[in-house]
């Protein structure tokens, strides 16, 4: 999991898909937005951003922001680059699974 900090550049891109995930949060489907851009270099990249459906963008183009240094960090501006934030994962992961 990489932390989405530090110094950011704004792209381009366009919207793939879009994918209902079997997880929901306060009981509304999160969506996956599948998306590609061309960084700073010229090189394409393929990645995904969370939401839920009415997060969903207008067209298919759309506005992506990623670390300078590590384009593979990516997300739509606006959205998560996963489904749960690392502290809902964490207790999950510790307190939901030991109890069953």
């Known amino acids: ?3 989405f900090k530090g110094e950011t550049i704004e792209t381009s891109g366009k919207l793939i898909k879009m ?3 079997s ?6 489907n999160v969506q996956e937005f599948k998306f590609s851009f061309i960084d ?4 394409k990249h393929n990645a995904s951003s969370y939401g839920y459906y009415g997060d969903k963008p207008k067209t298919e183009d759309i506005i992506i922001e990623y670390l300078t240094n590590n384009p593979e960090v ?6 998560k680059r996963e489904i749960f934030d690392k502290e809902v ?4 992961n510790c307190c939901y699974n030991s109890i069953n």
Do not use: C, D, P
């Not at 990516?74 to 959205?79: N, V």
């Not at 994962?89 to 999950?92: L, R, S």
């Open 19 to 21: 994918e209902s995930t």
């Open 23 to 28: 997880a929901s949060i306060n009981k509304q």
């Open 1 to 3: 999991m990489f932390k």
């Open 89 to 92: 994962a964490f207790y999950y």
């Open 40 to 43: 700073q270099n010229g090189v």
């Open 74 to 79: 990516s997300r739509i501006k606006g959205m």
